[in-house]
C-alpha cells in the first residue's frame, strides 16, 4: 500500500498532523491490524548446562538476599532489553544456595515456577510452606506474600514464569515487601489444602475468594503417576501426545487467571503431527530428549532446557526415549479476551 510518502502534498500534511501528535492511519494501517499474528519474538532454546554453569556462577558473585531474587532472566532474541521470553510473558531461571533465604514481599503479578533440581528448597506462600521437589509445579498468585530458602546440601534452581509484561501492559503493577520480617510465619501445614481438597468438600478457609487456584503446590510424583495412567489407558493424542493441564481443584479452571501450564508425556519414537495455537509457549524440559520443529526452527532439547515457541508457528514434537514436557502459557488471558485461536494441521 503506497502511504504518499512521495506526495508533497500529502508529506507537508503529514508533517501538520506530526506537529499535533497525530498521524495518518493508512500509512500505519497494514501493521496494525495483521491478517495473521506477526510475533517479533523468535523460536529460541536456553542450554541447561551452559546456564546452570552461568547461574553457579553468579552465585558465587551475589547473595541471594543483596539480589532479592537471583534469577538469571531469558531473554527472547528477537524483543532483547525487554525482559520477555514472549510478547506477554516473562521467564528466569532462579537459583537458592544451601542456607539463603529469599526475603518475603508480595506483587501484582503473578508467578509459577517448574522446580528443575535440588530437594531442599522451600517456598512460602500466604503462610504455607511448600517444600521443592524436582518437576513439582508451584504457583504464587497475584499479591500473595512469597519467600524461598533452601535448607539442604545442594544449589536449588527452578524456572520462573510471570505475567509481568501483562500487568505492564495494563500499567497496573505494585509491589511492596513483607513489613512482618524477610521469612513468612508458617500458618498452614504443607500439603493441607491438598488433604482438604480430597474431600470433595471445603472448609470455608479454602474456598477460593479470588481468581486463583487455593492449592499452590502440585506435586510432580502425582503427576507421573497420573500421565502413566492415562498413557495406559488412551491413546495419545497425535500432536500432544498425553497432556495433562493444571487446575484449579476448586473450579477446574485454570490455577491463574493469565497463565496456563501443562505437563506432557511423549512417549519413546513419539512423531507428534503439527499444530498451531495463537498462545506463544514455553517449554522446559523435565525428561528425556527430543526434538521440536517450531516454524523453519528446528530445537533439539535434553533434561532441564527451556524453549519458546512463538503464537500461530507450525510446531511439532519428536521424542527419542519417553519424554516429559513442562509448558507454561498465556492462553486463559487470550480466552477471556476472545482471542485465543488453535489449530491442528495435517
Ligand atoms: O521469586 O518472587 O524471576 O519477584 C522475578 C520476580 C522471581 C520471585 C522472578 C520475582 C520473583
Known amino acids: 500500500m503506497g502511504t504518499g510518502l512521495d506526495n508533497p502534498a500529502r508529506l507537508a500534511l503529514y508533517g501538520r498532523l506530526d506537529q499535533m501528535h497525530s498521524a495518518p492511519l493508512w500509512a500505519v494501517m497494514s501493521q496494525l491490524v495483521t491478517p495473521e499474528p506477526r510475533p517479533r519474538c523468535i523460536p529460541h532454546r536456553w ?5 546452570r554453569g552461568l547461574l553457579l556462577e553468579a552465585g558465587e558473585l551475589i547473595t541471594a538476599k543483596e539480589a532479592e531474587r537471583r534469577v538469571l532472566v531469558l531473554e527472547n532474541p ?30 501484582a503479578a503473578a508467578a509459577l515456577r517448574l522446580i528443575i533440581e535440588g530437594s531442599g528448597g522451600y517456598t512460602a506462600v500466604n503462610g504455607e510452606r511448600i517444600p521443592m521437589t524436582a518437576g513439582d509445579f508451584i504457583i504464587t498468585p497475584s499479591w500473595t506474600f512469597h519467600d524461598h530458602g533452601n535448607l539442604g546440601d545442594d544449589p536449588v534452581v527452578w524456572l520462573d514464569g510471570l505475567d509481568v509484561p ?9 509491589a511492596e515487601s513483607d513489613s512482618s520480617g524477610e521469612t513468612q510465619r508458617i500458618e498452614r501445614a504443607a500439603g493441607d489444602a491438598h488433604a482438604r481438597y480430597g474431600s470433595g468438600m471445603l472448609p470455608l478457609e479454602y474456598v477460593p475468594e479470588g481468581v486463583s487456584s487455593p492449592v499452590f ?4 510424583a502425582r503427576v ?36 496456563a501450564a501443562w505437563m506432557q508425556l511423549l512417549p519413546a519414537g513419539f512423531d507428534g503431527r503439527p499444530f498451531r495455537s495463537t498462545d506463544a509457549t514455553v517449554y522446559c524440559v523435565r525428561e528425556g530428549e527430543g526434538v521440536s520443529i517450531v516454524g523453519d526452527t528446528r530445537i533439539e532439547w535434553r533434561q532441564g532446557d527451556v524453549f519458546v515457541a512463538t503464537s500461530w508457528s507450525t510446531t511439532s514434537h519428536r521424542s527419542r526415549g ?25
Open 47 to 51: 542450554d541447561y548446562a551452559h546456564m
Open 166 to 174: 501483562i500487568v505492564n501492559l495494563f500499567d497496573a503493577s505494585f
Open 224 to 259: 507421573l503417576e497420573a500421565l502413566r495412567q492415562i498413557e495406559r489407558a488412551r491413546t495419545t493424542d497425535a500432536c500432544h501426545g498425553v497432556k495433562l493441564q493444571y487446575a484449579n481443584p476448586a473450579t477446574g479452571g485454570y490455577p491463574m487467571p493469565t497463565m
Open 322 to 346: 519417553d519424554s516429559v514436557l513442562f509448558s507454561f502459557s498465556d492462553r486463559p488471558a487470550q480466552k477471556a479476551l476472545g482471542l485465543w485461536r488453535e489449530q491442528r494441521l495435517e
Open 78 to 107: 528477537g524483543i532483547r532489553g525487554a525482559s520477555q521470553i514472549t510478547q506477554s510473558l516473562y521467564a528466569g531461571l532462579q537459583l537458592i544456595m544451601p542456607g539463603e533465604v529469599a526475603p518475603s514481599h508480595r506483587h
Open 217 to 220: 503446590h502440585y506435586p510432580y
